[in-house]
C-alpha cells in the first residue's frame, strides 16, 4: 500500500470540509444547482435514475483490508448494502443522500480513501496494471509513477475545468493490462536502449461516441519529463480543445482534427518552454515515492507448495477448473496471483454485497498481506497468494460466491449498470448479461470457447467497453425499444482494435441467441483449440459470422440497418 | 460596479472596466478590450493608465510584445467552468514573469478563486452574486498544494518532502 503523509491527509481533509460548505451552501440556496453539480462531480457525485451516485476512486487499483473494511460500511450505513466495481478501478455506491456525501466522504478519509476527481471535465484516477508488482512480464512497478501523478493531477491549479473528462493509465509490462490505448494518456514504462527508464507517450484514445484508439506521439521521454511532457499535453487541450459541442469536446477529437503530427508539434513546442521548469523530476522523487509502498514480506520457501496444491489440483476437478482461470503467475515463486471472480450468475457484474466485502477483507488479512486489487475487467485479485494456502482460500471463496471460475471467460463479461440505473441508458444491459449467462451456464462449454472478452454498453457512451470487446454489444434505442448493434474483433490490449459492426441489431429477445451463433461460428471456423476467438477472427473475417447471423432462418433479425 | 478582492483583501476598485461603446473618462485608470486599445490609441492616451482585458481564446505567446508593459491585464470567464484563462495566466507569469496585476473577470466564483490565484491571479472581480466574506474565505479553502503553479503563497508538498 501506498500511505498517506500527513500532507496527503490534509489535503483530502481539507476537500472533505469544503465540499461540506458547498454541499450545505446548496442546500441552503446560496450556490445555484448548475454550479454546485459541476463541484459535485469533482467529488465523484452523480445524480442518477434513483439516487444520487457516489464513485470513489481506487488509485491504481490498489486497496487494504481496512479500506475494504471501511467500503462494507459504507455501502451498510449509506447504501442497500451493496458496491459496484467500475472499469477504471473506481467503486461506485447507488444510494447516498446528498445530505450523507459529505459524512460519507469524511468515513473515507478516515482511511485514506477519497472520491476527488471521480467525475467532472477534470484529470480522473490514474490507473494501472491490476498485476503492477507481481506480474513476471513487468518491467518496473509502475505504481510509483501513478501515484505520484495522483498527486500532480489533485486539484491541479490549470487542468480542473477542462474542456471534458481526462483520463491517465499506465502500463509498465509487456501485456498491456490496462487498456492503455482507450485513454487520453496512456503512459507505458520503458527502458531506452541507453537502458535509461522512461516512457512512451500514447494520446488520444477513449471510447464513448467516437471511439478512438490513442496515437503514439512520443516514443521516448525520459523518465525526469513526466510531468512537464504532459502538462505541455494538457494546456494546449484546454487551450485549444473544443468547449462548444459536449460531444467533440475530448482530446481524441483536437487530435483528430489537427492530424496528430501538428498536435505532437504543438506539445513539443509548448514542452520546450517548460520542460527545464520545476516541473522535472528531481533525483530522489521517484525513489522516494517507491519508498513509500509497503513491501510484502515473501517468504518464498515458507509459502510453496506443500504438496496440497498439486493434489488437490488432481484430486478435486471442480478446484482445479477454478485453478485453470483463476491464477495467474507471480513474479515469486512460492506465491501465486488469485482472481475473485464477481462474475457469478445471478449477480451483476462487479457487485460485491457488504458482508462479502468484510469477509475480502478478511481473507486478505489471512492470505495476501491485508490488500487486494481491482481489475480493469470489474473483478478482483488476491495478488500475494503462498501456494500452500491456495487450496483453503479457494474453498473459503467459494463459500462467498466468489469462486466463479470464469476469469478470462464468455462469462466474465463487462457490462455497465444501464437501466437498472442509469439515466442515459437505452438498454437493461444487466439483463442481457444474465442471459447470456443462463444459456452459457456450461463452464466446460465456456472452458472449450476459451479466452474471449465480452463486452456491453447500454447506450453509445461505452461505459462498458463495447467498442474494444472481442464481442461487443451496444444498447440503441428504436423508436422506444431496446435493440442490440453487435460488433466483432475489438480488442484494448496490445492488439488494441475497434470492433466491427456486424450488420443490423438484435432485439432483445434475439441477442443472447445471436451470441451463441458467433460462438457457433468461431467453434467451427478455428484451426484449432489453440486459436482464440480474436484470432480466429482476424484470420476468417466477417463473412461466415454475418452469414450465420442474418441467415434466413433469424427472422427476427431487423431489416435495416 | 462588481465587488474586487485583491491580494487577498476586499479592495476599492481603482480601475473603470470598459466595454468597446463605452465613453472614455478622462484621466482614470482604464480597462478595454484588446481590439479597442488597438483601435484607439489615440483616445485612450488621455486615459490616467489602461489595462487590457483578453479573450480567454488569445495566445498570450503572440500578444506578449504588446502586453509586457502594461500594469494590468484582465482574464476573462465567458462562463466559470471555461477554464482557458487558467492556462493564460499561468503562461503570463511562469513564462513571462508578469509583474503587473493579473484580474479574472467576467463569471468569477467563489469555488474557484484559490485555484485561479494558484495560477497567478491577483485580483477578482467577483460576479455580483458573490458573498465578498465567503469568497475571501475560500481563497483559504486549502492550506496545501502539489503543484507549485504560479503563485508560492501556499507551501508545496512536494518541496516540503524534498526538505524533510
Ligand atoms: C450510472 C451512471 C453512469 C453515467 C451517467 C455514465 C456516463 C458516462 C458518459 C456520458 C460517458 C461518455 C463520455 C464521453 O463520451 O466523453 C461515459 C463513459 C465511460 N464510463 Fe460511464 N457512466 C456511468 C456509469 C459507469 C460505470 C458503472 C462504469 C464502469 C463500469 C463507467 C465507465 C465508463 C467508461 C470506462 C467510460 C469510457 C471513457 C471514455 O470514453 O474513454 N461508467 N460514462
Ligand atoms: S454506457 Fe450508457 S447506459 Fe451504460 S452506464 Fe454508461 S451512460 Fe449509462
Known sequence: MYRYDEYDQKLVDERVAQFRDQTRRFLAGQLGEEEFRTLRLRNGLYVQRFAPMLRIAIPYGLISSKQMRMLAHIARKYDKGYGHFTTRQNIQFNWPKLEEVPDLLSDLASVQMHAIQTSGNCIRNITSDHLAGVADDELVDPRPYCELTRQWSSFHPEFNWLPRKFKFAFSASTADRAATRVHDIGVHIVRNEAGELGYTIYVGGGLGRMPMLGHKIREFLPEADLFSYCEAILRIYNLQGRRDNIHRARIKVLVKSLGPEKFTELVEAEWAQIKDSYLKLQAGDVERMRARFDVPAYADEAAADDGSFTAKLASDAKFAAWAKRNLRKHVRPGYAAVFVSLKANGVAPGDVTDSQMDALAALADEFSFGELRATHDQNLVLADVAKKDIHALWQRLSELGLATPNIGLLTDLICCPGLDFCSLA????????????????????????????????????????????????????KSGEEWYQVTLGGSAENDAALGDRTGPSFSREDIAPAIEKIIEVYLAQRDSEAESFLATYRRVGMAPFKARLYDKASAHAEATA | MSLLIRKYAISADDWIELDDTAEIPSNAKIIVSLARSRAERETLSAAKAIGVRLDNTEDIAALWPELQALPLIALSFPKYSDGRAFSQARCLRERYNFKGEIRAVGDVQRDQLQFMQRCGFDAFALRADQNADECLRALGDFDLAYQRGASEDLPNVWRLRRQA
Open chain 1, 426 to 477: 437505452n438498454a437493461g444491459s444487466i439483463g442481457v448479461a444474465q442471459d447470456i449467462f443462463d444459456r452459457f451456464e456450461d463452464f466446460d462449454y465456456q472452458h472449450d470457447i476459451g479466452d474471449i472478452k465480452l463486452k456491453m454498453s447500454g447506450c453509445m457512451n461505452g461505459c462498458g467497453h463495447h467498442t474494444v470487446g472481442h464481442i461487443g454489444i451496444l444498447g440503441v434505442d
